[in-house]
């Protein structure tokens, strides 16, 4: 079989220079540049897990990511390939844009079968089939074995009446829900999209053993945690760090930790293997100890997302967080003295929020003082006990999620008015990445001492002495860390020009910026200081009388450029054909992502609006 695995755009988006769809098919009228997370881009993971199952069982397939295309780029990609099976992902905020690709496949492609999976269209398949008859399957829930099935039926000419964990159409063309089907129980049976796709977000495990009030994740992979084998997952690894441009990775498990036992063996199969490679991992608070954490850090662990939501009591146990703040202060401390980088995951609007508690969760934030948190507006995500009790109550109708054009249902659960307008207010000044903590030189020197001689703690040693205008002290532990293997050559080299221009040697400068070029280019910091370095040349250099500023910096940060099938970029020229080895897709040489595009600018919207009116 042909499969084309398509990550849809949000909606129809106009081309530059091109006119706005009209209301309804384009973006909603309050939407703004940011609103979208950067993130919203990135190809989703079980696309590439499907892509690779499939391949494995026999059958052709192409990943796309339209995710940022202009819809009549979108229409022509549509018409010129022609596939038997068209797979589309679809998430709360592509809602919209799931329905016109799959309108659009069925218009050329009538005979074509269209499936439709993903965490929006689990919780909503029956009205997904009955409102959008263009989209031939839904696929519920963990849908690797059921999208399997459905391609060896279709090519075996054999009806999907029956199939488990989908819903299907009967021969009058109802959707009908086949029997359940239970979640894959050894994962390591699948298999791994590393092989194949060159992602640096690897997943380790799936499933949570919590349910916060606001999480879909249950709906999704079921109830509890299933991992990974140790080996599967550090091959996995191994074969991830072989495709992606610098050896960094996100392990995006939605909770990485919960066995200490199974994450501690994998950082010690890391060092038993001599992997070297930097990686950020997201977590709960009360998942971690000191001895997990030192065995995460000497493994390359550099940054650690918890999911904190609110630094109010009154807020985590309305949520269902199961967790104290004084969990939060307590491993936020642990993990800063092994050198860890501390982000935060903040909400405004859930339930039990109010001005008061608003309140308390930025006086926690001062007190706890981790290196950055990110606020996001609370959405209501179909699947969730949110949405449940949302409906339960009266002011929330799903048909809002087929008859409105809103991006996320951004909404307080319960706050007053004036206490949303309070918190929209702040967030309008203070969304994005803030950063709130910066290690000392002596946080850095205690860090090194603690975990011997480690290459990425000489690294951010280096950076604190540089600051401090040590520099002679600062180039011996960059070169250390050169010494020690460190994975990422290009910030060191980038350090050392760094430190050659604040001694006047602009040579060494060039030197160390094109020895950092050839050996590990893609950092975003190394490229900004490249283009500074070659503009200030350009413009006449010391006789110019402008400053050169270059940058010397060590936060996880990935550069992400615009390439398929990770990201939307341009397709090959033979995209459309299915020969065994179509040429590598171009790079777009514009949108890099740095700290700046970190996370939603979208505020909370009316809850009123969405009150259920009787007829």
Not at 120 to 128: N, Q, V
Not at 328 to 354: C, D, F, H, P, W
Not at 391 to 407: S, V
Not at 423 to 428: E, S, T
Request: proline share 6%.
């Amino acid at each position: 079989m042909r499969v084309a695995l398509v990550y849809p755009p949000p909606w129809k988006i106009a081309a530059p220079g091109e006119a706005p769809f009209a209301r309804g098919e384009g973006p909603p009228a309050e939407y703004r540049e940011g609103d979208l997370d950067a993130d919203f881009h990135q190809t989703p993971y079980g696309l590439f897990a499907i892509g690779a199952a499939a391949l494995r069982a026999g059958h052709q397939v192409k990943v796309l990511n339209l995710s940022a295309t202009p819809w009549r780029r979108v229409e022509e990609v549509i018409g010129a390939l022609d596939a038997d099976v068209y797979g589309l992902s679809c998430w709360t905020a592509n809602r919209r844009g799931v329905a016109y690709v799959a309108a659009a496949i069925k218009a050329v492609r009538p005979r074509a079968h269209v499936v439709v999976g993903g965490p929006h269209a689990t919780p909503l398949a029956d009205e997904l089939a009955r409102r959008h008859p263009a989209i031939d399957t839904v696929a519920l829930g963990e849908a690797d074995a059921t999208f399997l099935e459905l391609c060896d039926r279709l090519a075996a000419g054999r009806s999907l009446a029956g199939l488990a964990g989908a819903v299907v159409r009967d021969a009058a063309g109802a959707p009908v829900r086949g029997p359940h089907r239970e979640p894959v129980a050894d994962l390591d049976a699948l298999a791994s999209p590393h092989a194949t796709y060159p992602t640096h977000i690897v997943m380790t495990s799936r499933g949570c053993a919590w349910a916060c009030t606001f999480c879909g994740a249950e709906t999704t992979w079921g109830r509890g945690f299933r991992g990974n084998s140790v080996g599967y997952v550090v091959d996995a690894i191994e074969h991830a760090l072989a495709r992606v441009p610098v050896r960094m990775l996100q392990i995006k498990d939605d909770t990485f930790t919960t066995s200490k036992p199974r994450v501690r063996a994998i950082c010690r199969e890391i060092r038993a293997r001599g992997i070297r490679f930097l990686w950020s991992c997201d977590t709960r608070v009360d998942l971690l100890d000191e001895e997990l954490l030192r065995e995460m850090r000497l493994a390359g662990c550099q940054r650690l997302s918890l999911g904190v939501e609110s630094g109010s009591q009154r807020v985590l146990d309305a949520i269902d967080k199961k967790i104290t703040t004084a969990e939060i202060l307590a491993s936020t401390r642990l993990a800063k003295e092994q050198g860890l980088r501390v982000r935060y995951y903040m909400m405004i609007g859930n339930r039990g929020e109010t001005a008061e508690t608003f309140r308390e969760s930025l006086a926690f934030l001062e007190a706890a003082r981790p290196h950055e948190a990110i606020f996001s507006c609370l959405s209501i995500y179909p699947g969730t006990r949110d949405f449940e009790d949302a409906e339960r109550a009266g002011w929330l109708d799903r048909a809002a999620y087929f008859d409105g054009d809103f991006q996320e249902l951004k909404t307080p659960f319960d706050a007053s008015d004036a206490d949303a307008a309070l918190m929209n207010a702040w967030f309008r000044d203070h969304a994005g990445l803030r950063v709130l903590h910066r290690d000392t030189l002596a946080d850095r020197r205690a860090t090194l001492a603690r975990l011997g001689d480690h290459h990425a703690a000489h690294l951010d040693l280096a950076e604190s002495l540089f600051q401090v205008g040590a520099i002679d002290d600062a180039e011996r532990h960059v070169r250390r860390a050169l010494d020690l293997g460190t994975p990422v050559p290009g910030l060191a080299w980038n350090d050392l020009a760094v430190i050659a221009k604040a001694r006047g040697d602009l040579g060494g400068m060039m030197d160390a910026l094109s020895t950092a070029a050839k050996v590990d280019p893609q950092h975003w910091v190394l490229i900004q200081n490249v283009n500074a370095a070659r503009a200030w040349f350009k413009a006449g250099g010391l006789a110019s009388g402008r400053p050169l500023d270059l940058v010397m910096r060590h936060e996880f940060q990935l550069l992400e450029r615009t390439a398929q099938p990770t990201l939307p970029g341009p397709l090959p020229d033979d995209f459309a054909e299915w020969g065994p080895a179509p040429s590598p897709p171009p790079v777009a040489p514009g949108w890099v992502k740095t700290p700046d595009d970190e996370g939603s600018r979208a505020a909370l919207g009316a809850r009123a609006r969405l009150k259920v009116v009787p007829s």
